[in-house]
């Protein structure tokens, strides 16, 4: 009988520690979005010391999870008041993050968010960000973690991308150079500012999608303690580049706040709760999607 037992505990525990994939906590989400919104970061502005360093920890942790990664790099350019007449051009080198978790299929999906935020002030504050869009990219790197031991039948490509507030310059730059042909593209999210979930509506603005997948995101809402309530997309975040040129999109958001763009955006005023359900709820949505 104690062998028989024995066998039994074996069969039930040792599947579960082979396929057991990194589960989105709490506590992991606290530890990433609190550094990527801390001073040290700098507000994340493209072209500070801060944002290289968001650019470096995004790729060491694409690598930390098995995907193929590399770095897009565009450069933009602005002008800079030097005199009461005179103005000088300034170019500005930045990069996306991307990486990639390879299919067997010619098809694939997009996942991203923003890393970038507004910089520093004039009186030193920090613009932390730390829903915008701090809490998007926690979100990326979850989902990038909790799919990168799988092996799908479609490719995922997951972006970071630079520069969105600066007029969704790194999302417009990946389209007109795309990794993988955006006609093969079966599906973009974007996740900005999903880090304060009040009540029980997830707002996701879509365009270009099938019946499908409006039926399949209904379905899955079931299961979470919100309703997903889908509009029409706009043209304010990093979908929409791929909204505009045919592919089907989905933006999650919680909704602006008070704290939008001022530097009071920070850390604890983050529902950490709703912002791993979110994550969840992408998950579950992107392995239906690719399964």
């Not at 998007?136 to 490719?155: I, N, V």
């Not at 995101?217 to 505009?244: C, E, M, Q």
Request: with cysteine; aromatic share 10%; net charge negative.
């Amino acid at each position: 009988m104690k062998r028989l037992i024995l066998w039994a505990l074996l069969l039930t525990s040792f599947p579960a520690s082979v396929n057991a994939q990194p589960a989105i906590t709490v506590e992991n989400c606290k530890e990433s979005l609190s550094y990527l919104s801390s001073d040290e970061m700098e507000g994340r502005k493209p072209g500070n010391p801060g944002n290289f360093l968001t650019v470096s920890f995004i790729r060491k942790e694409f690598k930390s999870y098995g995907l193929e990664t590399r770095l897009q790099k565009f450069t933009y350019s602005f002008r800079w008041r030097v005199g009461l007449f005179r103005w000088r051009t300034v170019q500005v080198e930045t990069m996306n993050v991307i990486g990639v978790l390879k299919g067997t299929s010619d098809k694939h999906m997009v996942i991203g968010a923003h890393m970038d935020h507004l910089g520093v002030d004039r009186d030193g504050d920090v613009y932390n960000g730390a829903d915008d869009n701090a809490s998007g990219t926690t979100a990326l790197l979850e989902l990038a973690e909790a799919l990168g031991d799988t092996k799908p039948k479609d490719t995922i490509v997951f972006i970071a991308f630079n520069a969105e507030e600066l007029g969704l310059l790194g999302s417009k730059y990946y389209v007109r150079n795309p990794l993988l042909p955006l006609d093969n593209c079966k599906l973009m999210i974007n996740l900005d500012m999903v880090g304060r979930l009040r009540g029980t509506t997830v707002t996701a603005q879509g365009g270009n999608l099938s019946r499908s997948v409006t039926q399949l995101v209904d379905k899955l809402d079931d299961d979470y303690p919100f309703d997903v309530n889908i509009t029409a997309a706009g043209n304010r975040s990093d979908h929409a580049p791929f909204n505009w040129n045919g592919v089907p999109v989905l933006f999650f958001h919680t909704g602006t706040h008070p704290q939008y763009h001022r530097t009071t955006d920070d850390s604890d005023l983050i529902n950490y709760e709703g912002l791993v359900q979110i994550s969840k709820f992408t998950l579950d949505l992107t392995r239906k999607m690719i399964e």
